[in-house]
């Protein structure tokens, strides 16, 4: 598999590039001499058992033997209590860094270590649609490109950018794409999850492991064992849980909360972030190693001020996916007001627009300011019977009730139930959304979180 190094995209050269960084071993002694092993992943092992990734098929050989593990300084060898020992240009190590040119030795087989480096150029694609991605601007076409470059690999992707970029839908895209789409597509929210949860969510508990722990669960690495494991807004996690997250990146293993087994998992890792995680390392509130082993492959998504040229294809696309069979005009004025438009919510706040707008039958172009403007956009408002018998404010209260029940009931089933997304989609508090909706009597499956 390509292993790529974290490099970004540089949009200023035509076209892009990424580095693949990858190494070989080639066997210079023992019964297999002349064999020749490309290690293009995180980590690999060494042995004579079959679950090897390197299977050398001689008895002085133990069963796993050693480990290449590539880190922010190089790549790093480990004795993983071998019978006779692991040696290092003849020296015995327990671990050491390996410079190019080096020989491992493994009971009588030899080994020599030749790291290397590719330069792959990233072409823009030339599609306007990409799995659940659409665009034709250049910044999204060069995400397309290096998508269709990386999904069939196994590299770690680190995605960050603003609130509402679509970073989950580049996420599921590579999963989409990859070899691995059949499997499952396991999503945890770092920024959602009580930090007392977050542990048991990613790693799983055995039961009795804390109080609550009524029965043996799962953890999402877990879960997605086969598949890819996407943990959305990684920047909220704890520096605590950080070095459990490094060892299952770095390992491939994990132990569940109050466990003593450790599972092996074979999974993918996309994560993704609004922060600038770079910073937060220079704060000290992110570990640096494990930055670097998420920057494998780096993908800033573009804002939709840097992309506005896709926005009349993104509002075709909304209208035909969220509209179940309603019509939705709009008019030359309102498609001029959603071009112009600063889009601070981004792709997200654009979906919202279009989804509010068919939800109460308006012009989008009036969800984009407040009411009260030209007559053309106060003729598209949705009919209202008024009440002669009720007061200026008591009529708008009515409205407002409408508003919010109908938003409050959308929102909701957007967000699949899960209050917590629904406020951060909503830009709202927490508690103050609760309080809607049991005004409203609007029952959510997630009212027990």
């Given at each position: 598999m390509d292993h790529l190094s974290g490099t970004r995209i540089r949009r200023e050269a035509t076209p892009a590039t990424v580095n693949l960084r990858r190494c070989k071993l080639v066997v210079i002694k023992g019964p297999q001499r002349g064999t020749e092993h490309v290690i293009g992943s995180d980590v690999i092992r060494v042995g004579k058992a079959p679950e090897n990734d390197l299977v050398l098929s001689d008895e002085t050989v133990s069963r796993v033997h050693f480990e290449i593990v590539r880190d922010a300084k190089g790549y790093l060898v480990r004795d993983l209590k071998s019978t006779n020992g692991t040696f290092l240009d003849s020296a015995e190590i327990k671990e050491a860094y390996i410079r190019a040119g080096s020989v491992l030795a493994a009971g009588a087989v030899e080994l020599k270590f030749t790291p290397f480096e590719e330069r792959i150029e990233i072409l823009p694609s030339e599609k306007d649609h990409l799995g659940e991605m659409v665009g034709r601007s250049a910044p999204i076409r060069e995400i397309f490109g290096l998508i269709e470059r990386i999904a069939h690999t196994d590299a770690t992707v680190l995605i960050e950018g603003e609130t509402g970029t679509g970073k989950d839908v580049i996420a599921r895209t590579l999963h989409q794409l990859s070899p691995r789409g059949g499997a499952p597509f396991i999503v945890v929210d770092c920024g959602a999850v009580a930090g007392t949860l977050i542990e048991s969510e990613l790693f799983g508990h055995e039961k009795g492991s804390f109080t609550g722990a009524v029965a043996t669960r799962q953890g999402a690495f877990e879960l997605a064992s086969g598949g890819t494991v996407f943990l959305d807004e990684l920047g909220e996690l704890s520096l605590d849980l950080q070095p459990k997250l490094l060892r299952v990146l770095e390992q491939r293993e994990?132990?569940?909360?109050?466990?003593?087994?450790?599972?092996?998992?074979?999974?993918?890792?996309?994560?993704?972030?609004?922060?600038?995680?770079?910073?937060?390392?220079?704060?000290?509130?992110?570990?640096?190693?494990?930055?670097?082993?998420?920057?494998?492959?780096?993908?800033?998504?573009?804002?939709?001020?840097?992309?506005?040229?896709?926005?009349?294809?993104?509002?075709?696309?909304?209208?035909?996916?969220?509209?179940?069979?309603?019509?939705?005009?709009?008019?030359?004025?309102?498609?001029?007001?959603?071009?112009?438009?600063?889009?601070?919510?981004?792709?997200?706040?654009?979906?919202?627009?279009?989804?509010?707008?068919?939800?109460?039958?308006?012009?989008?172009?009036?969800?984009?300011?407040?009411?009260?403007?030209?007559?053309?956009?106060?003729?598209?408002?949705?009919?209202?019977?008024?009440?002669?018998?009720?007061?200026?404010?008591?009529?708008?209260?009515?409205?407002?009730?409408?508003?919010?029940?109908?938003?409050?009931?959308?929102?909701?089933?957007?967000?699949?139930?899960?209050?917590?997304?629904?406020?951060?989609?909503?830009?709202?508090?927490?508690?103050?959304?609760h309080k809607l909706l049991r005004k409203y009597a609007i029952v959510s499956a997630a009212e027990d979180e």
């Open positions: 994990l132990r569940r909360v109050g466990g003593t087994r450790t599972m092996k998992v074979d999974l993918r890792v996309i994560a993704a972030t609004r922060k600038d995680l770079r910073s937060e390392v220079e704060k000290g509130k992110f570990r640096e190693d494990l930055y670097f082993r998420l920057n494998v492959v780096p993908i800033t998504a573009p804002t939709l001020r840097d992309r506005r040229e896709d926005i009349p294809l993104l509002v075709e696309h909304f209208i035909g996916k969220l509209s179940d069979g309603q019509t939705l005009t709009i008019s030359d004025s309102t498609r001029a007001a959603l071009m112009a438009h600063d889009w601070p919510g981004n792709v997200r706040e654009l979906r919202n627009v279009i989804e509010r707008a068919i939800a109460l039958g308006a012009d989008p172009g009036l969800l984009l300011s407040p009411l009260g403007g030209d007559s053309a956009r106060a003729s598209a408002l949705p009919t209202v019977d008024f009440d002669p018998s009720l007061s200026f404010r008591d009529t708008k209260e009515k409205w407002n009730e409408l508003f919010e029940r109908r938003y409050l009931t959308w929102l909701l089933r957007r967000a699949e139930g899960n209050i917590s997304k629904a406020a951060r989609d909503a830009d709202m508090d927490r508690k103050y959304l």
